[in-house]
């Protein structure tokens, strides 16, 4: 396929990448950034950030950081969504010896403080709009010093002027921070901060990051990506793309950066290639993204199945050109082959199937661009120097064969060093140097591997059988009228056991009943896969990256019998 089996990873810490970045390019735009206006007919207004301006500020926020007594080791929350801030604060916190703490702005308090306070971050980086939610839970947590920006600092003068006058203080960016002590604005601690830091020697096995996981199952835990890891991970994804030019590609980052995903693939990748990336904070503005794409041109759009959805069902995608896009890695959950196939029709793109996960960086396997594809939702061959076998369900111990199901295991460059602060966890992920992901898979005579599905999603049903509920999405979404599907595990009342239930989302203007979809079901799968239930809705429950939140579907039927039993 053109990929290399091993590539030379550099023994730098990541923030070299920029230096080096801005050495090569020092006048190509590093960042695209800014949104469409409503006042002027939806007209997209943007502005770029060159990459000898990214590298001059993230050199004087990183000697800010210092000047706040950010020490090596120290742990910094960037709190913030896609913007040029957050490049700034990530590159910046690495340069000044700290740790990165990625932080979700969509958390509720309760999830923030768990994480500012597992991690005993010292200095969190918010936007205004959050600042409230960090300010009412800033005193259970070691936060010492929180520096606010604000959204429009980089848009264009224009539309910075719009903003201020018809949405700061309407929509809540307008903070007054006076009375806040250990409290800055993002831009005064620029304007006051020596051009340089001082030197902090970082070596490539210092932690880097503290990549949290989703917490979508018990606690979230805090993966410590190493300053190798994150090299490593770039890299690794650079020479899957074997094709990708210097100083030439044009990232469209439309998944948020706080996500492993994101940050390695939208953001370190790209500026290790020197490219520009398309800043978009809110991926479900589809006017922007679509605008953002017929404008920039960009080259390569790493997104989840929900985002292709959207853009190849989008009644005016026919007003756009997005010929541009050459290549799109897909992760973060199943890729359903109606969906590749319709989005790659649209483009002209190749759109394949990746994996990942936090503790790996995220990326461990894809299918290759340009070489061979199976059919079916796999996600194909580990990267470059990433060992991948399958292992029993019951005690992990025992390699199986082709063909056989078991728990998919990892070893390579990009696995974690462990969980912050939980050795036992960190032991039972990590056991004989091998990350046991807790994904189900199976590899086939080929090398290629398959996710079957989560372990902890595996449904038991009736007569014994093991369902997997991506087996049963990906039938359902080869339906006409089906646009969106997840499928779960429901407690019945007065039963034992699950039954398996769909939930359904249908193409605009459609119309189905409970019995057509069951009658389909039953003419496309074994009769124990097929749904007890099916129920038709407006959206999924997902979170930021469009990964469907099947336990959020389980707790409310749960909660639906327990209101039908009172």
Not at 133 to 153: G, P
Not at 154 to 173: I, N, Q, R, T
Not at 281 to 287: A, F, I, S, W
Not at 291 to 304: A, D, M, Q, R
Request: proline content about 6%; glycine content about 8%; some cysteine.
């Amino acid at each position: 396929t053109g990929v290399p089996a091993t590539v030379d990873y550099p023994e730098v810490p990541l923030q070299q990448f920029l230096i080096d970045a801005a050495a090569a390019h020092p006048d190509k735009p590093a960042t695209v950034f800014g949104a469409v206006v409503e006042p002027l007919g939806n007209a997209l207004m943007d502005a770029t950030l060159s990459y000898a301006d990214l590298l001059s500020q993230t050199q004087r926020f990183a000697a800010a950081l210092q000047a706040l007594g950010v020490q090596k080791g120290d742990r910094v929350a960037v709190h913030l969504p896609n913007c040029p801030q957050f490049v700034i604060a990530y590159y910046a916190t690495l340069m000044a010896g700290g740790i990165v703490v990625p932080c979700n702005p969509q958390y509720v308090a309760r999830e923030i403080q768990h994480q500012l306070a597992d991690s005993g971050a010292k200095v969190a980086v918010t936007l205004s709009l959050t600042y409230p939610l960090v300010k009412q839970v800033r005193t259970d947590t070691d936060l010492e010093h929180v520096i606010v920006a604000n959204i429009k600092e980089y848009f264009p003068g224009l539309l910075k002027f719009l903003f201020g006058v018809a949405k700061e203080k309407k929509e809540g960016h307008y903070q007054d921070l006076s009375g806040d002590a250990g409290t800055y604005w993002f831009q005064d601690l620029l304007a006051q901060a020596p051009a340089q830091p001082e030197a902090v020697e970082v070596t490539p096995g210092d932690t880097g990051v503290l990549m949290y996981t989703g917490g979508t199952t018990g606690i979230s835990k805090g993966a410590q990506l190493t300053h190798r890891n994150l090299v490593a991970n770039a890299i690794q994804v650079r020479w899957w793309m074997f094709d990708s030019r210097e100083g030439e590609e044009v990232m469209m980052t439309a998944l948020p950066l706080y996500h492993s995903y994101a940050m390695t693939v939208c953001m370190n990748h790209t500026i290790y290639l020197g490219g520009r990336m398309i800043l978009i904070p809110n991926p479900r503005v589809m006017d922007h993204v679509l605008k953002s794409i017929n404008k920039h041109k960009p080259t390569l759009y790493p997104g989840v199945p929900a985002m292709y959805v959207a853009v190849t069902n989008h009644p005016d995608v026919s007003k756009y050109d997005v010929s541009s896009i050459r290549a799109c890695l897909s992760g973060a959950a199943g890729l359903p082959p109606e969906v590749q196939e319709g989005f790659e029709r649209l483009t002209g793109a190749k759109l394949v199937e990746g994996y990942g996960l936090s503790e790996a960086t995220p990326v461990t396997h894809c299918n290759p661009i340009y070489g061979k594809r199976k059919e079916g939702s796999w996600i194909g061959l580990p990267l470059p120097d990433t060992e991948a076998v399958i292992r029993d369900l019951e005690a992990g111990d025992q390699q199986l064969e082709a063909d056989e199901i078991g728990e998919l295991c990892i070893r390579g460059p990009q696995v974690m060093k462990g969980y912050w602060n939980m050795p036992t966890e960190t032991a039972n992920a990590l056991l004989d140097d091998w990350l046991h992901t807790g994904d189900i898979a199976r590899m086939d005579s080929d090398g290629f591997f398959q996710i079957v599905d989560r372990k902890k999603d595996m449904i038991l049903g009736a007569g014994g059988y093991n369902i997997y509920p991506r087996e049963v999405e990906d039938v359902l979404y080869e339906h006409p009228k089906v646009l969106e599907a997840a499928v779960a595990g429901v407690p019945v009342a007065a039963q034992k056991g699950e039954r398996v239930k769909a939930y359904l989302v249908l193409r605009p203007g459609e119309t189905a009943t409970e019995e057509e979809i069951l009658d389909y079901c039953r003419e496309n799968m074994a009769y124990y896969k097929v749904p007890k239930f099916v129920e038709f809705r407006d959206d999924l429950p997902k979170t930021m990256v469009g990964k469907v939140l099947r336990r959020v579907l389980v707790e409310d039927e749960r909660k639906q019998i327990e209101n039908s039993e009172a």
